[in-house]
């Protein structure tokens, strides 16, 4: 059977977790600009009454 070299193996189990967390970090990074959103458009008028 064709056996996959182990840095082969290495290198590409590397580049899919970075590319998984690269998505993980995307999406908290949209959550948090969601939340940041969020937080400015009712914090801000009130904000500006007091």
């Known amino acids: 059977p064709f ?12 580049a899919m977790q970075s590319k998984a967390k690269k998505t993980m970090d995307k999406k908290q ?3 948090t600009i969601h939340l940041l959103g969020n937080y400015l458009l009712w914090v801000k008028p ?4 007091l």
């Open 29 to 31: 990074e949209l959550r």
């Open 3 to 14: 056996e996959v070299h182990p840095l082969v193996k290495h290198i590409l189990s590397n």
């Open 46 to 49: 009130w904000a500006s009454c």
